[in-house]
């Protein structure tokens, strides 16, 4: 198993999940684990969303920390790149460390909600 953290939309999720596992997959465990991931993401289905990748994984600070600003920081856009649901997890990093941000989540609407947030 593997632990590792995510941002939804605009909000930073824990994962756990399979080491073998598909990205898809982190979709499908937040779907089912959490409550707030589940009012996000409503009724839609993993393949209606966009996945990143982020090039520079971000670490978790131990202790407290600034949610937001980590938030900001993962997605900034050059430090995304595109990746499918398909793929398996190491296509992210070949080693998933526990408190590192490695993965974006959109759901596809018609204007990105996130996109204001770089802007601004």
């Not at 198993?1 to 999720?13: G, I, W």
């Not at 409550?35 to 407290?64: E, F, M, W």
């Not at 600003?69 to 790149?81: A, F, G, K, R």
Request: glycine share 4%; proline share 5%; with cysteine.
């Amino acid at each position: 198993m593997v632990q590792f953290f995510v941002v939804l939309k605009t909000e930073l999720f824990p994962v756990t999940t399979s080491d073998n596992a598909g990205i898809y997959e982190t979709f499908q465990y937040l779907k089912s684990q959490s409550h707030a991931a589940r009012r996000i993401l409503g009724r839609l289905s993993y393949d209606q969303c966009d996945y990143y990748n982020l090039k520079n994984t971000v670490p978790l600070p131990r202790g407290a920390f600034d949610r937001d600003q980590i938030v900001q920081t993962c997605l900034d856009q050059s430090s995304l790149e595109q990746v499918l649901p398909e793929y398996t997890l190491d296509v992210l990093s070949t080693t998933l460390l526990h408190r590192h941000v490695y993965m974006v989540i959109q759901p596809q609407e018609g204007e990105l909600p996130w996109y204001s947030l770089i802007v601004d």
